[in-house]
């Protein structure tokens, strides 16, 4: 059974930083890309960050440039998006996502986390 578990999340100040996590297991993903959305009440989910396989290449949506850094491990099956400078509306439910291509991560990816949630605090 394929699994992605995102961890990390948790309640922190504004400026703060917290690392998100996401564990794959059932098969590697050494070979998918993966990424990272967001998902805050009464809002759509959106789009935050995507990883190639390689790591070669990534892409962030604009609200995150420069503050959040998505990288991965293919030995640990895991991929990771590191957040600083969190500001009040980066509070949401982050889910991490896999799919063969970026792009295809960037339309929505075709497994996907539970989520973890994030809430600065102002």
């Known amino acids: 059974q394929v699994q992605l578990v995102e961890s990390g999340g948790g309640l922190v100040q504004t400026g703060g930083s917290l690392r998100l996590s996401c564990a794959a297991s059932g098969r590697s993903f050494a070979q998918d890309a993966m990424g990272w959305f967001r998902q805050a009440p009464g809002k759509e989910r959106e789009f935050v960050a995507a990883?190639?396989?390689?790591?070669?290449?990534?892409i962030y949506a604009d609200s995150v440039k420069g503050r959040f850094t998505i990288t991965r491990d293919n030995a640990k099956n895991t991929v990771y998006l590191q957040m600083n400078s969190l500001k009040a509306e980066d509070t949401a439910l982050y889910y991490c996502a896999a799919a063969v291509t970026i792009a295809r991560v960037f339309r929505g990816g075709d497994y996907w986390g539970q989520g973890t949630q994030v809430t600065v605090s102002s």
């Open positions: 990883i190639t396989w390689s790591g070669g290449s990534r």
